[in-house]
């Protein structure tokens, strides 16, 4: 095996549940250096709840490793150690400047390192940098996604969790983040993409998991899925 086939994110019977409600089963996964994974199925599948269980959002058991090592179950720690989530939603900080929640990305840095980053971000997403000062509360829905996205960035992150990035944003903007997520690909960060959009998914993952009534039903390289008709059967 060489060093981009090892793994870096890894799930081993990972479960995640709300109160008595179990939502996710024991799951198994894992992303390989430089590779985009895409998490696709039909709503209540899951998708989220693995991410959040990943996260240590909700209550788990099992084990996520990272880098070959157990990851603390906590938030922070997970954040801390690389490993990034951006949630559905998006989660800015609408009464902030798009400026001070890229700075919130980067506050275990300090200054340190603080223009590279933000230069990075704003080569990735230019409409950042000609809105820097403008509320992120004011902002469009795309251009919140990428502020959420940029955020993320700030922090350096080893492996990027995203949650459904196109959800309500208009077409053309979904294409433009969906591009920077190729960059970043070919850049050599890690994904877990949860997306509902299953074509635009698979143009970028490598492989693809399915997950249906919480349970894992399939893990597909994306050039073995050839119509909706592949997909289909296992959502059902």
Do not use: W
Not at 43 to 57: D, E, F, P, V, Y
Not at 143 to 150: D, K, S, V
Not at 152 to 159: E, I, N, Q, Y
């Amino acid at each position: 095996m060489t060093p981009d086939d090892a793994r870096i994110l890894e799930t081993v019977a990972l479960t995640g549940r709300y109160g008595h409600v179990a939502a996710l089963a024991p799951t198994d996964l894992h992303i390989r250096k430089g590779e985009l994974v895409a998490v696709l199925g039909p709503n209540g599948a899951g998708k989220s709840t693995l991410l959040r269980a990943i996260m240590a959002q909700v209550a788990t058991s099992g084990d996520v490793l990272f880098e070959g090592e157990r990851l603390p179950r906590d938030p922070r720690a997970a954040t801390a150690r690389g490993v990034v989530l951006v949630p559905e939603g998006r989660g800015v900080f609408g009464p902030m400047t798009v400026r001070e929640n890229l700075e919130l990305g980067a506050y275990r840095f300090g200054k340190a390192g603080f223009e590279r980053r933000l230069a990075r971000v704003v080569e990735l997403f230019p409409r950042l940098g000609e809105r820097a000062s403008q509320l992120a509360g004011s902002l469009s829905g795309g251009e919140q996604q990428m502020l959420a996205i940029g955020r993320a960035l700030m922090c350096d992150p080893k492996v990027l969790l995203l949650d459904e990035p196109s959800l309500g944003i208009a077409p053309r903007v979904t294409m433009e983040i969906f591009d920077t997520l190729a960059v970043l690909r070919d850049q050599g960060l890690p994904i877990l993409l949860v997306e509902q959009k299953a074509p635009a998914a698979l143009k970028l993952a490598s492989r693809a998991y399915v997950l249906s009534l919480g349970r894992v039903a399939a893990c597909l390289a994306t050039d073995q899925i050839t119509s909706y008709e592949d997909l289909a059967r296992y959502y059902l």
